[in-house]
């Protein structure tokens, strides 16, 4: 005698609603139970022949596919391995199964014992700091790091120190002249400039991916004030970090008109992106001397600045004015930031350069580089150890000819330290 068929049929539509509603089969079958006698097996049978499937969909973006290749392929990190990391660092819900059918659909194949490999290359040819090559098993030591550094997870892949390079320094003017020209094919025009890169900082494709990563840094977001350059590809970092309340220090073009202080307490918030441009900032702004900056008692917690071009060591190539060193010197020689205070680069992938350059004195190397796909740290061994900043202040013989005649800020700054030394 065939088996009753059950009273579920009669609740088809209401099961469908609830579904729909994305309701569990758990919650489904309660509300079916205070009706009805069924078991869950008969539930999941209905919906099955259905046609209603519960399917966990994940979507994984470049920098999620990035990394799970950097783990499988180049750190042989197992899949359930892989998967915890996924979680804790981009908070991804996807399980081991569904991790190995995904790296099996992209070709990503787990290798070996890589770290080993790497620890004997590097032993034998004494190129990478054994503390770099031990990253993976003791990152720990990365996560209790100070400020930036730690919350900005070293970059994936992490920071290994140079090698030693045979090649010859290159000539900034040299490594223009090849950035440019790729340049251009990422970088948006500029409405005075055009492409003429030597005029401008320009804004490029995914320049917004590259400032929310540093937007969503909480050391970024407990800052008071920062400095932002007026760079073309910063103009959605500065609107960004007004709008969450921080108060933003900016130049002028070429410095001409001095500094200019963008203060969210008195900027109504439907003006944020109108001041973040270079002509809203002067009409919205404040123009601040440098004793005004003084008075503000208030010290930078970051700077951030574009670049034309800029290396893993942190050196950067710009216009070829050096407007950014003389900012930060002039804020040095004010103490409005110290030697710890973070400097930091939003780039293009295109402009990060491998090849070595040649410092000045004078030059403000940068601490972190965040592209559109990547978070760089220019760290090379020591986990305190921050770049290169200048202490010299304003190298007054080095200046560019009429460079102090134009740059209001300079002549007020020469005009404090000569008042010093009387």
Same mark, same amino acid.
């Given at each position: 005698?065939?088996?009753?068929?059950?009273?579920?049929?009669?609740?088809?539509?209401?099961?469908?609603?609830?579904?729909?509603?994305?309701?569990?089969?758990?919650?489904?079958?309660?509300?079916?139970?205070?009706?009805?006698?069924?078991?869950?097996?008969?539930?999941?049978?209905?919906?099955?022949?259905?046609?209603?499937?519960?399917?966990?969909?994940?979507?994984?973006?470049?920098?999620?596919?990035?990394?799970?290749?950097?783990?499988?392929?180049?750190?042989?990190?197992?899949? &359930?391995?892989?998967? !915890? %990391?996924?979680?804790?660092?981009?908070?991804? =819900?996807?399980? $081991? +199964?569904?991790?190995?059918?995904? @790296?099996?659909?992209?070709?990503?194949?787990?290798?070996?014992?890589?770290?080993?490999?790497?620890?004997?290359?590097?032993?034998?040819?004494?190129?990478?700091?054994?503390?770099?090559?031990?990253?993976?098993?003791?990152?720990?030591?990365?996560?209790?790091?100070?400020?930036?550094?730690?919350?900005?997870?070293?970059?994936?892949?992490?920071?290994? &120190?140079?090698?030693? !390079? %045979?090649?010859?320094?290159?000539?900034?003017? =040299?490594?223009? $002249? +090849?950035?440019?020209?790729?340049? @251009?094919?990422?970088?948006?025009?500029?409405?005075?400039?055009?492409?003429?890169?030597?005029?401008?900082?320009?804004?490029?494709?995914?320049?917004?991916?590259?400032?929310?990563?540093?937007?969503?840094?909480?050391?970024?977001?407990?800052?008071?004030?920062?400095?932002?350059?007026?760079?073309?590809?910063?103009?959605?970092?500065?609107?960004?970090?007004?709008?969450?309340?921080?108060?933003?220090?900016?130049?002028?073009?070429?410095?001409?008109?001095?500094?200019?202080?963008?203060?969210?307490?008195?900027?109504?918030?439907?003006?944020?992106?109108?001041?973040?441009?270079?002509?809203?900032?002067?009409?919205?702004?404040?123009?601040?001397?440098?004793?005004?900056?003084?008075?503000?008692?208030?010290?930078?917690?970051?700077?951030?600045?574009?670049?034309?071009?800029?290396?893993?060591?942190?050196?950067?190539?710009?216009?070829?004015?050096?407007?950014?060193?003389?900012?930060?010197?002039?804020?040095?020689?004010?103490?409005?930031?110290?030697?710890?205070?973070?400097?930091?680069?939003?780039?293009?992938?295109?402009?990060?350069?491998?090849?070595?350059?040649?410092?000045?004195?004078?030059?403000?190397?940068?601490?972190?580089?965040?592209?559109?796909?990547?978070?760089?740290?220019?760290?090379?061994?020591?986990?305190?150890?921050?770049?290169?900043?200048?202490?010299?202040?304003?190298?007054?013989?080095?200046?560019?000819?009429?460079?102090?005649?134009?740059?209001?800020?300079?002549?007020?700054?020469?005009?404090?330290?000569?008042?010093?030394?009387?």
């Amino acid at each position: 005698m065939p088996r009753p068929r059950s009273g579920i049929d009669n609740f088809k539509e209401e099961i469908i609603n609830l579904w729909s509603l994305n309701e569990s089969n758990d919650s489904i079958l309660k509300y079916l139970q205070e009706r009805i006698h069924v078991t869950k097996r008969t539930l999941e049978h209905r919906l099955a022949d259905w046609d209603l499937y519960r399917q966990r969909r994940t979507n994984l973006t470049e920098e999620n596919m990035e990394l799970i290749r950097y783990l499988v392929s180049q750190q042989g990190y197992k899949d &359930a391995s892989a998967v !915890r %990391e996924l979680r804790r660092l981009h908070n991804v =819900d996807l399980s $081991a +199964k569904m991790l190995k059918a995904v @790296r099996l659909k992209h070709g990503i194949v787990r290798v070996k014992h890589p770290v080993k490999r790497r620890r004997r290359r590097a032993k034998k040819q004494d190129e990478v700091p054994r503390q770099t090559q031990d990253f993976l098993e003791n990152h720990a030591q990365y996560n209790i790091s100070p400020g930036f550094y730690a919350e900005a997870g070293i970059g994936w892949p992490p920071p290994f &120190a140079p090698t030693q !390079r %045979e090649e010859p320094i290159s000539s900034k003017g =040299d490594v223009r $002249a +090849k950035i440019w020209q790729e340049l @251009r094919k990422v970088a948006y025009p500029d409405s005075r400039f055009d492409y003429d890169f030597s005029r401008f900082i320009a804004d490029f494709d995914g320049s917004q991916a590259a400032a929310d990563k540093l937007l969503s840094l909480r050391t970024y977001q407990d800052c008071d004030t920062v400095f932002i350059t007026p760079d073309n590809c910063l103009e959605y970092l500065r609107e960004k970090t007004l709008s969450v309340g921080i108060r933003v220090l900016t130049t002028t073009y070429g410095i001409r008109r001095g500094f200019l202080l963008l203060d969210p307490a008195g900027i109504e918030k439907s003006l944020c992106k109108y001041a973040s441009t270079l002509d809203g900032m002067e009409r919205v702004g404040k123009y601040v001397s440098l004793a005004d900056i003084v008075a503000l008692n208030s010290r930078i917690g970051c700077m951030v600045t574009g670049a034309g071009a800029i290396n893993h060591k942190g050196i950067r190539v710009g216009k070829g004015h050096g407007f950014f060193d003389l900012e930060w010197a002039m804020l040095y020689s004010l103490g409005a930031v110290q030697q710890e205070t973070p400097v930091v680069a939003l780039v293009h992938d295109c402009q990060v350069l491998e090849e070595e350059l040649q410092s000045e004195e004078f030059d403000t190397m940068c601490d972190l580089l965040f592209t559109p796909t990547r978070t760089v740290s220019t760290r090379s061994v020591k986990i305190n150890f921050s770049a290169k900043k200048p202490t010299c202040g304003i190298l007054w013989d080095r200046l560019e000819d009429g460079m102090l005649e134009d740059i209001p800020p300079l002549q007020e700054l020469k005009t404090l330290q000569n008042a010093a030394r009387e």
